[in-house]
């Protein structure tokens, strides 16, 4: 149902006076802008010299009925990119793509959807964009609004509609309108495990069907569930695809492999998985922004050894936090699994790179990590949603809460007497 040949998308990034003008998100999004509403002639006064960002480089493969393809690989592997390209988002540089079926794009959960129109009028922005007959939309409105309990609320905009009622409505149209081709990216990320189960159903329903589906995740728990077959994104090139399983063992190895920064990494113990878990310790492709959770790493020694563990939290090229355990002692062959309990409300919604280093730190500044020192390292993505707003400290702030974190602050407020009083 879907054949993609030899796919590139390059972006340019435009320099001026040898510094960027802009961002690479904002250079993405400047050329989706471009290619939706293109300009009969664009004009500039300052000479510009371009750097080329390939997202995707030469791709080709092919999807057959009944086959949900799953796509992994590390952030800016080209995954989303690839999905914007085959939901007609985003044209190629070259190559061809071909898709048969009616497609329904969730490339970000809430994409199509307007917090200040009706369910009702998003409905049928929603169904418009998939190109749903006005006559088979009236039909199937009803039904979608009674899936997402909101038959009372269909003419009010969906921001004042009860929490929760975005989710359920992205949910219901996902379940109601017909779907040949399915491209969902991190769609399974949000929202809890009811869900979660569901959309795993309607995936695997669609492919009984007949139907095409193409799932980015990166909840490796996921992908064995919902895939017949992988893909591994790795700079815009497919490293690797075959069934899930292999895929999948190759790709953490990747993840966990020995870096050549150290002649001792590797050699005295190893990393052998770390995962995302829930508050109850199940393993997770998220966290919600408003429950805690942990950060696990599975930890084996090679010969007796003593080591801190280190965690550091990045985003882009921000440096976010850091923390240490320490220090832990094995012996030869010994294994442990070590967690780090991250609060509710501590990560603002986004995205993360976690770094967990197991240091040797005897005699040296505690508070640094040197790399001589450091006896393996490995890395996951974090990724931060919020479907229950009025369960966090984002209740308060309509367009979301700036920033990289995202605590409680505790307040006072204490009324100072006048002298007359």
């Known amino acids: 149902m879907i054949s993609v040949r030899d796919l590139s998308k390059e972006f340019k990034l435009a320099r001026q006076g040898g510094r960027s003008g802009i961002g690479s998100r904002g250079v993405a ?11 009969r002639s664009h004009r500039s006064s300052t000479p510009t010299t371009d750097t080329v960002l390939r997202a995707v480089d030469g791709v080709s493969f092919d999807v057959e009925r009944g086959e949900v393809l799953g796509i992994i690989g590390r952030n800016g592997a080209g995954k989303s990119t ?24 969730l490339l970000e959960l809430g994409v199509g959807f307007a ?3 009706s369910a009702s009028e998003n409905i049928q922005f929603f169904a418009h964009s998939l190109k749903v007959p006005r006559s088979q939309i009236e039909a199937l409105e009803d039904d979608i609004l009674r899936k997402a309990d909101l038959l009372e609320f ?11 009622s975005f ?12 779907t040949e081709v399915l491209l969902a990216d991190e769609v399974l990320a949000v929202g809890d495990a009811a869900f979660r189960q569901r959309c795993e159903q309607r995936i695997a329903e669609i492919a009984a069907a007949g139907g095409a589906v193409l799932l980015v995740s990166h909840d490796m728990g996921v992908i064995r569930r919902c895939c017949s077959r992988l893909l591994w994104l790795d700079q815009g090139r497919i490293r690797l695809s075959g069934d899930p399983d292999t895929v999948i063992g190759a790709y953490r ?3 966990l492999s020995v870096s050549a920064e150290s002649e001792i990494e590797g050699e005295i113990c190893e990393i052998k998985d770390v995962r995302l878990l829930n508050a109850d310790c199940g393993e997770v492709g998220a966290f919600q922004m408003s429950e805690s959770g942990f950060i696990e790493a599975l930890i084996q020694a090679r010969c007796a050894c003593s080591f801190d563990v280190v965690l550091k939290l990045l985003q882009a090229d921000v440096h976010v936090l850091t923390d240490r355990h320490g220090p832990v002692t094995l012996a030869a062959g010994q294994s442990v699994r070590v967690r780090a309990a991250i609060p509710a409300d501590l990560l603002n919604e986004g995205q993360y790179d976690a770094r967990c280093v197991l240091a040797d730190l005897s005699g040296s500044d505690r508070s640094a990590v040197a790399g001589e020192a450091t006896l393996a390292r490995a890395e996951i993505v974090v990724r931060v949603f919020n479907s229950s707003p009025e369960l966090s400290v984002w209740a308060d702030w309509r367009w979301g809460r700036p920033g990289l974190i995202s605590p409680r602050a505790g307040w006072n407020v204490e009324r100072i007497r006048s002298r007359s009083e």
């Open 82 to 105: 690839l999905l914007k390209i085959l939901g007609q988002v985003l044209r190629p540089t070259a190559g061809h793509v071909e898709v048969r079926g009616r497609v329904v794009p």
């Open 115 to 117: 917090p200040d129109l």
């Open 154 to 164: 269909r003419d009010v905009p969906l921001e004042d509609c009860p929490s929760g």
């Open 29 to 39: 999004l400047e050329t989706m802008l471009r290619e939706l509403f293109p300009l």
């Open 253 to 255: 190895s990747e993840l």
């Open 167 to 178: 989710i359920q409505l992205v949910f219901a149209a996902m379940l109601t309108f017909p």
